[in-house]
């Protein structure tokens, strides 16, 4: 078998270690599988016991003699034979062919009592496993989730949305597939095996050496061909990923393709990876599909040695023709786990590696645990003061070097410079997204840092460009903020932000179900659907992203009036893209390279003639 | 699904050939029993040890011919399935290559993509299961069942009783199992959905400080999705644990009315042998096939989904007789013309005539919807009109070769898609093998030769897949510099400067003007600043022309248009 790395290792561990919780169920599901695995391969030998007794039974009509070996295993159970022979090992008991052949029909009812049993517990067996793998899914789950709302946001700042989604999806779902198929499969496959060696050496050890020749080499045949065509499918794997995005990139671009031209050209590079991508799946499907023949050829290599050994054998006396029988059916047996445990050992690469993604965002660092002599702030005035603050992303990258600032009651605040100055630094800062490296921002006096997470953002309400919405009725969607507010104010605060109208003509109004990506509505609705949620929040503070630019004329107007009445009375930040919102601000920041460098007014900043009066004067040619 | 294999045509030899060897696989399964049976009757009771050892020898052959032929189905069957798979991805990219905009509204680009490659693998993997299983499993049953006959009627009859009960049995549980699998499949998405939204929405969650409120949504999706899952699999444990037993007890049958017959002389016990043996090939086939049908909804689904595309004919086709006019003259005429999408009963656009003149700019303007960039994706026939023509040159759009027609306009669309390659590549799109100076000219013009030269190999920089490594307003450049860099005579900008800087978005517009001085340009904007020195502005607004002329013109004649300069460049008067 393939040599396990140590984290491999450690995954395979901690992935173990969800099953702890549950280690009562998992003994029973264990008992289960050997009890179940023992019934089984108890069959074949009692079966061929069956197959003894109509042989003796044939022999007997025709001879008139029992000619038994006592000890024969074959006989073991029948006991009603065994103890009628005498000396000479000839059966002295009542003639076999009279009556409904009383001892037949013993043997057979504890072969269906043993069948009957087996199934009973391999069911068992996998209804528990089903359940334990399932539940250990679900802790895994939850545990995903609460770590995505402990991390702190540089983690998603920094890593992309792709990569953490497919860690706590595709990831998961590979192990969970998988996870219930291992427990199931690869340890009654190891019993199955280990118990049809011993049941073979008991009965004869000559032809249970065929198949300690059988088994190693079809584990060599089956893991190598598995190994091989492991390789393949990742090519196949490869091709499909360079088809895949060729395809979407050109389908994305398809008018560019055509205005220019370029179909020709596109056949032909689609034709190339296509091509690749062919000679890749075959080889992977050719290599996968010889797994079966081949593990079977082996199988049957020794079905066949099987059967003339134990012919020469038994026509030699030392064996029973049941137990020819029962070497068979072991022999069939047999090649089901083998290729069970090879698929099984791939398979636990794959799910190993996807176990180890996950445990690796499991074991990101969390947000510092909130300070528990926290001050609480219930109702603010809204006066902020920011304290020589200093901060960067990295401490040894400082963007803010020494940020001082002073924001009272009801104030309007603009922020604004140049693309990527930072705008979205400061709202981080004051929503305690991320913590200063210095200084302090402070709420009427306190310093944010002395207070819970929590407690900073009830104070804020924030509407971005970025329009998040859930799935779930617009209705519920703007009580986020608050949830215990009645319909009657979530529909005053849609009236407020100007919603109200459009979301009564959707169909179902108040209780339509907002899509997944809310594409049932215009990027306009979703953003006046955000103002009416900061409204029925009512937040005491609020910081305002001015509205994109695929809004129409006529949704940027309802927009600028509900943001408006929205501000009236709060302390409010605005970033601005269009300096002329702005405009009458009661303080500018004006942000470059990440680092406030001016603040004033509009007529403060134009008088200096610095960034912003630059940025002012680039906007009129 | 049958309509899409229809394409396997083209793969007769290799079915035929593997048809054949399957049957060579079953014969060769079932003659190990009969084989093995001969070897107990007549070389064990018999004692006949030359039989054993020549029988023997016959059952290597056999076991090597059958595992080759399987072996050789393999083959066949994965050069088969997976070259029908690779000829259907070909056939369905070239023709979603025809298709225009209005088929890729229909279907959508996600799923369009989805279909060429996820689905025909679904489709492909399917295919071999069906080839390797679907004709196997009936040979097996009736060439066991004709050895059993046979061997005994009465014991057969056995197998015969079984086979049924195994069917139906079969088909019992994977019914009840499929629609929990189904909404299982829902709850799984809900759990996606959910994380999704927790962690695009992350900013969102905490301003809210809704961290726990969304744990609880989670934990109650995660909770009735594994109820879902558990049930379902607890359901399907039951299968194999039941087939087992009923072939079990087929062959504790077997035995019982074999003991008979043995021990009245009227069979052997390697018949009887034999015959538990056929049950046992018997019951593995049809539990093979019954896998088919497990895995036959999904792969169905996906074949519907790539026929439902192969099917669409694409509403744009070449012209039959293509004309080609006698001068490149570059007017380009509306008249009278009206769009509509799909099934929507208001137009697009409606009623659209105006001509633009080589030598000048004609500017559109309006709201978003308003229907501006219908208005122009008419020109090129990304989308035909449904009343009225469009002329370009004199001749109606529709009566060109597309190739031809295309090859006048230099067309940048609203978003600026560009591909993976180069920053060369990308601009000479039109012409692979246009030279560098013409290359750097058009960027020179669309103001990008700057930042390319800071690029670390400047033109030959790489572009990722769909120019994701490139700025929204460097990509905008590139699309601008692409159309530049054909010999187009017919210039079409749908909002192309918008992520531009205005000094920027103005020097672009002055190096276009200069350098095609003939050419008839056509632009599309959302701000006054970008075209108020256009020799024609057209207002537009709900889908109609409403104002004609140029930009003072339009601030006296035309209240739209008045509003919208009025908001948008009133900026500095309210203050100064």
């Known amino acids: 078998m393939t040599k ?20 009562k169920k998992v003994a029973l599901l264990l008992i289960c599988a050997v009890v179940g695995v023992i019934f089984l391969i108890t069959g074949p030998r009692v079966l061929g016991t069956a197959t ?65 049993l087996s199934a009973l517990f391999t069911y068992l067996q996998q209804k528990i496993t089903a359940q334990v793998a399932q539940r250990a899914m679900f802790d895994l789950r939850e545990n995903v989730d609460r770590k995505i709302q402990r991390l702190p946001l540089n983690y998603y700042d920094t890593h992309t949305h792709g990569d953490v989604l497919s860690r706590t999806t595709t990831d998961i779902e590979t192990i ?66 360079a088809v895949n995005s060729y395809v979407e990139e050109h389908y994305a671009g398809h008018d560019v393709l055509k205005l220019y031209g370029g179909e020709k050209r596109a056949e032909r590079e689609f034709d190339e990876m296509n091509d690749t991508l062919n000679e890749n799946a075959r080889r992977a499907q050719f290599a996968s599909s010889i797994m079966m023949p081949a593990t079977n050829l082996v199988g049957n290599l020794g079905y066949v040695g099987i059967c003339i050994l134990g012919g020469l054998l038994t026509a030699g006396g030392s064996l029973t023709i049941g137990a020819i029988q029962a070497f068979l059916q072991y022999m069939q047996q047999f090649t089901q786990p083998i290729i069970q445990t090879s698929n099984i050992v791939n398979m636990m690469q794959s799910t190993l590696a996807a176990a180890e993604r996950v445990f690796e965002f499991l074991d990101e660092p969390e947000i510092p645990e909130e300070r528990k002599d926290a001050v609480r ?46 705008k979205t630094t400061l709202i981080n800062l004051l929503m305690r997204f991320y913590d200063l490296n210095g200084g302090a921002i402070r709420i009427d006096g306190v310093d944010a840092a002395e207070m819970t997470r929590q407690n900073v953002r009830s104070l804020f309400g924030m509407v971005l460009q970025d329009t998040w919405l859930y799935s779930a009725s617009i209705r519920d969607n703007i009580r986020y903020g608050r949830p215990e507010a009645t319909d009657e104010e979530v529909e005053e605060a849609c009236r407020m932000a100007n919603a109200d109208y459009f979301i009564r003509t959707l169909p179902d109004g108040y209780d339509t179900v907002i899509d997944e990506s809310a594409g049932n509505l215009s990027s306009g609705q979703k953003q006046l659907l955000t103002i009416a949620r900061a409204f029925c929040a009512d937040p005491q503070i609020l910081i ?62 134009m008088k200096i003639g610095g960034v912003y009066a630059a940025l002012y004067n680039s906007q009129f040619l | 699904m049958l309509k899409l294999y229809k394409g396997l045509k083209a793969y007769a030899k290799q079915l035929i050939l593997m048809v054949l060897l399957l049957f060579v696989q079953a014969f060769s399964m079932l003659m190990l029993p009969s084989m093995m049976s001969l070897i107990i009757d007549r070389g064990v009771v018999q004692g006949d040890m030359n039989f054993i050892v020549t029988a023997g020898i016959i059952m290597i052959c056999i076991t090597l011919a059958g595992s080759a032929s399987a072996i050789g189905v393999g083959y066949f069957a994965s050069k088969a399935a997976v070259g029908f798979c690779t000829d259907t991805r070909k056939k369905l990219f070239r023709h979603i290559d025809r298709f225009t905009l ?154 019982w009315f074999g003991g008979r017959q043995i021990s009245m002389g009227v069979i052997q016990v390697g018949d009887m042998m034999a015959l538990i043996q056929y049950l046992m090939l018997i019951m593995y086939a049809l539990v093979m096939m019954s896998l088919i049908f497990a895995l036959m909804p999904r792969a169905s689904v996906c074949a519907e989904r790539i026929v439902e595309v192969l099917e669409i004919e694409p509403a744009i086709t070449n012209a039959e007789q293509p004309k080609v006019p006698e001068k490149k003259t570059g007017i380009v005429e509306f008249r009278d013309v009206t769009l509509s999408y799909g099934n929507s009963d208001i137009p697009a656009v409606s009623n659209i005539s105006f001509t633009a003149m080589p030598g000048q700019t004609t500017a559109l303007i309006g709201a978003t919807g308003s229907g501006k960039s219908s208005v122009i994706c008419m020109i090129p026939r990304l989308r035909d009109p449904e009343r009225g023509t469009v002329l370009v040159d004199g001749i109606d759009v529709r009566e060109y070769d597309l190739t031809e027609l295309r090859k ?116 599309v904007a959302q701000r006054v600043g970008t075209i108020m020195n256009a020799d024609k502005i057209l207002v537009m607004d709900k889908g109609r022309i409403i104002g004609e002329g140029t930009h003072e013109e339009l601030l006296a004649g035309c209240s739209v248009y008045a509003q919208i300069a009025k908001t948008q460049l009133a900026e500095g008067g309210e203050r100064k």
């Open chain 1, 4 to 23: 396990k790395s140590p984290e491999n290792t450690s995954a395979a561990k901690r992935l173990i270690g969800y099953l702890k919780p549950y280690r």
């Open chain 1, 52 to 116: 003894n007794v109509i042989t003796m039974r044939a022999q007997y009509n025709q001879t008139g003699v029992l000619d038994l070996d006592v000890n024969d295993p074959g006989l073991a159970g029948v006991e009603e034979i065994r103890e009628n022979v005498d000396a000479e090992g000839n059966y002295v008991g009542a003639p076999l062919n009279e009556g409904d052949m009383p001892v037949l029909k013993m043997v057979l009812m504890i072969l269906v009592a043993i069948y009957g």
């Open chain 1, 176 to 241: 969970s597939t998988s996870l219930q198929q291992i427990m199931t499969q690869l340890l009654t496959a190891l019993f199955t095996i280990i118990g049809i060696v011993i049941m073979m050496f008991t009965l004869n050890w000559q032809m249970a050496l065929i198949a300690l020749v059988v088994l190693p080499a079809a584990l060599f045949v089956c893991s190598r061909i598995a190994k091989k065509s492991q390789t393949f499918f990742k090519g196949q794997q490869e091709g499909l990923g």
């Open chain 1, 377 to 422: 702030i219930e109702k603010t005035e809204g006066n902020i003061t920011f304290e020589h603050v200093k901060f960067g992303y990295s401490p040894d990258r400082i963007l803010i070097t020494d940020m001082n600032a002073e924001i009272r009651h009801g104030q309007k605040v603009g922020i604004c410079g140049p693309t990527g100055a930072g």
């Open chain 1, 544 to 605: 305002l992203d001015e509205a994109t630019s695929s809004v129409d004329t006529r949704t940027e107007k309802l927009m600028t009036d509900a943001m408006k009445k929205l501000t009236e009375g709060r302390t409010n930040f605005q970033i601005a893209h269009r300096l002329s919102t702005i405009f009458d601000a009661d303080l500018i920041l004006v942000l470059k390279d990440g680092d406030l460098v001016e603040q004033g007014t509009h007529d403060e900043l």
């Open chain 2, 102 to 255: 209005e088929e890729f509204d229909r279907i959508g680009t996600s799923s369009l993509t989805t279909r060429s490659t996820n689905d025909i693998l679904q489709v492909q993997n399917f295919t071999i299961m069906l080839f390797r299983v679907i004709i196997l499993a009936p040979i097996m049953c009736i060439g066991g069942i004709t050895l059993a006959f046979q061997k005994n009627a009465e014991l057969a009859m056995v197998l015969v009783v079984c086979m049924p009960i195994i069917v139906v049995f079969l088909v019992m549980v994977l019914r009840s199992a499929f629609p929990i699998f189904r909404s299982m499949q829902a709850k799984l998405d809900k759990v996606n959905l959910i994380i999704r939204e927790n962690i695009t929405g992350v900013r969102v969650v905490r301003a809210f400080t809704a961290e726990e409120r969304e744990e609880k949504r989670f934990e109650e999706a995660n909770e009735d999705m594994t109820q879902a899952s558990t049930r379902s699999q607890v359901k399907v444990s039951t299968l194999m644990p039941l087939l087992m037993l009923i072939i079990n007890l087929g062959t504790v049958a077997v035995v």
């Open chain 2, 408 to 523: 006048r306009i230099g067309y940048v669309p609203q978003k600026s898609n560009l591909f993976a390659g180069t920053i060369r590549s990308n601009i000479a799109f039109s012409n692979e093998n246009m030279s560098g100076g013409q290359v750097k000219r058009a960027a020179q013009i669309a103001q990008a030769d700057d930042f390319i030269s800071r690029k670390e190999l400047g033109y030959d920089d790489p572009v990722a897949e769909g120019g994701t490594n490139v700025s929204g307003g460097q990509r905008q450049r590139l699309a601008i510099a692409r159309a530049m860099a054909t010999d187009a005579n017919i210039f079409v900008f749908d909002d192309s400067f918008s992520a531009l800087d205005f000094k920027t978005d103005a020097a672009v517009r002055q190096a276009i003007r200069e350098n095609t001085q003939n050419a008839t340009v056509i632009i």
